[in-house]
């Protein structure tokens, strides 16, 4: 079977810390800090929906775009939450998670040697399937503006006339959030330049320090904007694998396209949950969210007493400190500090830009017992 | 609410020290406003949540809910009654509550003799006491939001981006 993997795929960029990630799969009693993931278990009332959902016997096929209730539940709740108004029935597509989304809409829209702008350190697969849809992805490092992706350095980028750019707030894995000011200057550059915003808004409500602002909700900006969010990370679903594009018609029906041969629809069960999640949710999140502010905090606090200086991210559960001051490479501090103290961490090179080397990703969707103890550990190593 | 409750709910033992961490404020007004709300009585207590079951070495205890229907007394409405039952302590719980009786007593004792002794010589003879109905509980699965079981293990993968 020589050859028989396609050159694309061979040209892949395979993620450089698989290994790594291996290590820390095959170790037992591991203090993770290295999960992508929230640490509580999906609110009962929603996971019961979903069982009786099983039991009153809903196991077909929905509509390719997703079951119409949740779409219009969808709608109202962003109509009633800050005025975003997208019909359910051609401006909202249900699917496999945001991953899915990022992958539709990339399809959709580049024809070969597209550019897309994707600012660093960013989520991993943004770039990745860009190359798959055959376009060309340009890497917009933030480092030096704290991690934020300002209109002078998003302006040094368009000679590359790019059709579209990726914009994930709060982002993983810096927790970098923006203001509504911040988001209308880039929203005119982008405007100006005609380059479709894809917001990848799956920690927006897990935004700690102001409102998070729906990229769509800027003047202007919904016909310019494919909106993509889920319900993984808000109402810890993630294992269900529900998310959610909204944009123009004539995008989100390209996207139906691509969706209904490739996936169908997403499993009615898990429709159902999401359901039951839009519906009557709210209050789980709100609670999880001052619990995970307060984590931040002390997070935040601890890793700065222990020189692994750190900014404070207004959003998601990351924190992305900097090991300048410790002298390791974060693939080499990732690796110690896993096998002398069983702590995981992620090394910042996972997330692309110049200077992943110097930082660590650290996820505090960790119960407060277990970030003490990390930190404690922490705190031993970095004393050896 | 408070949030300072909604931490010492969760964890009666987080310190001042980490309370001030987590929510950015200093360390002596956290101290302070914890001693302002046990002086309001707001804060009562701090216990252990224990799940007796599985203290294998103990004299195992036997619980009921009692139902009891009171006569009320003239300006005194169930207060007065509901004390003069509630100050045994035998009583771990006392309610007052709407329906077809009046309080609902939850008592300790050693088994089932101890409790029926308990009903039938301290609490029906009580003078306002017109009716008990004593139910004894078999098995407990959830006490003040706790569920009694072992913590189930983390399902999460441990590393993912």
Redesign the interface.
């Known amino acids: 079977m020589k050859n028989i993997v396609s050159k694309k795929v061979n040209q892949m960029q395979p993620s450089g810390i698989r290994a790594f990630f291996d290590l820390v799969l095959g170790m037992k009693d591991v203090i993770s800090l290295g999960v992508g993931e929230p640490d509580f278990v999906t609110p009962w009332a929603i996971r019961e929906a979903g069982i009786y959902s099983l039991e009153e016997g809903f196991t077909s096929y929905t509509s390719n775009k997703g079951l119409y209730k949740l779409r219009l539940g969808i709608s109202r709740y962003l109509k009633n939450k800050c005025g975003l108004d997208y019909s359910p029935d051609d401006e909202i597509l249900i699917t496999v998670g945001v991953s899915e989304g990022v992958d539709l809409i990339l399809r959709s829209i580049i024809n070969p040697q597209d550019k897309v702008l994707v600012p660093v350190p960013s989520y991993v697969s943004y770039g990745p399937v860009t190359e798959l849809a055959g376009g060309i992805p340009i890497y917009i490092d933030t480092t030096k503006e704290g991690f934020k992706l300002t209109p002078k350095n998003l302006s040094k980028h368009l000679h590359h006339k790019p059709k579209a750019i990726v914009l994930n707030y709060p982002c993983n894995p810096t927790g970098v959030s923006y203001t509504k000011k911040e988001l209308s200057e880039i929203n005119r550059i982008l405007l100006k330049h005609n380059i479709l915003a894809i917001t990848d808004e799956v920690y927006g409500d897990l935004t700690y320090d102001f409102e998070h602002t729906h990229f769509a909700s800027l003047n202007g900006a919904k016909e310019n904007t494919v909106y993509l969010d889920g319900f993984s990370k808000s109402y810890a679903m993630t294992g269900w694998r529900v998310g959610f594009a909204c944009g123009p018609k004539e995008i989100i029906s390209a996207m139906t396209k691509i969706h209904q041969y490739t996936i169908m629809c997403v499993s009615i069960t898990s429709q159902m949950a999401a359901y039951e999640a839009i519906e009557a949710g709210r209050k789980s999140i709100e609670e999880m969210k001052r619990e995970y502010k307060r984590r931040r905090e002390f997070v935040i606090d601890g890793l700065n007493s222990l020189g692994l200086s750190c900014s404070k991210p207004q959003g998601a559960f990351y924190a992305y400190p900097s090991l300048k001051k410790i002298g390791m490479n974060s693939m080499e501090f990732a690796e110690k500090l896993l096998k002398k103290q069983k702590v995981a961490v992620v090394p910042g090179t996972a997330f692309g830009g110049e200077n992943g080397k110097d930082y660590i990703r650290i996820s505090y969707a960790s119960s407060f017992d277990n970030l003490k103890e990390a930190l404690n550990r922490m705190k031993t190593f970095l004393g050896d | 609410m408070n949030?300072i409750i909604?931490?010492l709910e969760k964890?009666a033992r987080?310190t001042p020290e980490?309370i001030a961490?987590?929510?950015?404020i200093k360390v002596p007004v956290a101290k302070e406003a914890i001693k302002k709300l046990e002086k309001e009585g707001v804060i009562l207590k701090y216990k252990t949540v224990i799940n007796k079951d599985l203290l294998k070495s103990e004299e195992p205890t036997v619980r009921a809910l009692i139902e009891v229907s009171i006569v009320p007394q003239k300006d005194l409405g169930f207060d007065h009654i509901a004390e003069r039952i509630y100050s045994f302590p035998e009583v771990s719980s006392c309610y007052l509550i709407s329906g077809t009786y009046d309080l609902l007593v939850i008592v300790e004792g050693k088994n089932i003799q101890t409790v029926s002794k308990f009903v039938a010589e301290k609490l029906s003879c009580l003078e306002n006491v017109r009716r008990t109905t004593t139910h004894f509980m078999l098995k407990k699965y959830k006490e003040d939001g706790v569920i009694l079981k072992h913590k189930e293990e983390?399902k999460?993968?441990?590393?993912?981006?």
């Open positions: 949030e909604e931490i964890d987080t980490e961490k987590m929510l950015k983390n999460r993968i441990a590393i993912s981006y």
